[in-house]
């Protein structure tokens, strides 16, 4: 099915000039999981190891929402928690819906279970694996609480055999100096990297030391000079990470997430891509398109571009394309779609919770959109 163009158009629209000019009906172009909500790291950047979480979404359940999701037209579906490979019934999970009929499926995982089960990773219908490091070897294994976890999951990397791999990382101040070493380490095993902002206004952060972790001034100009020189990326979004993590006033674009993405909860609640807001839905007593069509969702994507929120660091690169790329934006939101171009490093879709860290923020080790039409940026 081709995607409309005057979706993403009116989205643009509706968030440049007014807001009756966005979409009517809301069509998300990738939807974020969480089977589980537990996680076996002992991170100090989020507090989900802390608590242990009941998994409400059973397999049967599991399995029809994944085929909803096919029939809303999702085409990019990310498995991520906690931990999702704790879920026991997760590969039994994609065998049994259709999930073959996703352009990509993407697991965000913390990479501590990829040895063990990457022969089932292998045979399954998961295209892309996140792996969340937040540093070199020592670095990465004090912040993440694991002792030998970098090493574990670099091994499990390369048993993988076909699958498109990418190295997420939060930009933080003890690894600032690392980040050049982090992105060859990823090229060696044949992976990209993403990055990540930290943020402070999601629920699974409300006790995480993220003090610990935030850049200091000096640790500021490191990181966007790799953003800037080392990865390419554009202009304004190295301009907001150093205004954000410098602490100064910032211009925030209105978020477009609803729009572009939902999240369902371990409990079942379904967000408007936004974990700082209330949830609008519950699958395990709706169905899905029911709450994509109600009227609770779609005053909550109009809320989210009038930024009525408490705020946070959230997938801001797709809002920025919008507010500062104009037509490249498209480029850039196809991404979503899952038909975006990988070859230098790009997402696997658009903005991510990463299974246990703070909000994603993709790295690419190139920015051409400009060079894209708008046409082939919304062809699904």
């Not at 797709?318 to 939101?333: N, T, V």
Request: proline letters at 4%; a positive charge; aromatic letters at 8%.
């Amino acid at each position: 099915m081709s995607f409309p163009v005057s979706y993403l158009t009116r989205a643009w629209l509706g968030s440049k000039i007014s807001t009756t000019l966005l979409p009517s009906t809301i069509r998300p172009l990738s939807a974020h999981i969480k089977l589980t909500e537990n996680c076996q790291a002992r991170c100090i950047s989020c507090d989900y190891w802390k608590t242990r979480w009941q998994d409400k979404i059973s397999t049967p359940r599991a399995i029809d929402l994944i085929n909803e999701l096919i029939a809303a037209d999702v085409r990019t579906l990310r498995l991520t928690g906690g931990e999702p490979l704790l879920r026991k019934d997760l590969f039994l999970i994609l065998e049994k819906a259709n999930a073959s009929r996703f352009k990509h499926i993407i697991l965000q995982t913390n990479g501590l279970l990829i040895k063990k089960l990457h022969q089932e990773l292998n045979d399954s219908s998961i295209s892309h694996l996140s792996v969340s490091m937040d540093g070199v070897k020592e670095t990465n294994d004090r912040i993440r609480g694991i002792r030998g976890y970098f090493d574990l999951a670099m091994a499990g990397i390369q048993l993988l055999r076909g699958k498109s791999v990418a190295i997420s990382v939060t930009l933080n101040r003890m690894s600032a100096d690392e980040l050049g070493l982090l992105a060859a380490m990823a090229r060696d095993v044949g992976a990209s990297v993403e990055y990540n902002i930290l943020s402070r206004s999601l629920y699974f952060l409300e006790n995480a030391d993220l003090d610990s972790m935030w850049p200091q001034p000096a640790d500021v100009p490191k990181i966007a000079r790799f953003m800037r020189e080392g990865l390419k990326r554009p202009a304004y979004e190295v301009d907001y990470m150093t205004r954000y993590y410098n602490r100064e006033e910032l211009a925030e674009p209105p978020c477009v997430l609803g729009y572009l993405q939902l999240f369902v909860l371990s409990n079942g609640d379904v967000m408007t891509g936004c974990y700082s807001l209330k949830p609008v839905g519950n699958i395990l007593r709706d169905k899905l398109a029911d709450v994509l069509a109600s009227e609770a969702y779609r005053r909550q994507c109009v809320s989210m571009i009038r930024r009525e929120c408490p705020g946070c660091t959230c997938g801001v690169e797709s809002s920025l394309a919008m507010k500062y790329a104009g037509s490249s934006a498209f480029f850039h939101l196809k991404r979503l779609t899952g038909s975006g171009n990988r070859r230098n490093g790009g997402p696997f879709d658009g903005p991510s919770d990463r299974a246990h860290t703070p909000s994603l923020v993709r790295i690419r080790t190139s920015h051409d959109l400009a060079s894209q039409s708008q046409k082939d940026a919304v062809d699904k």
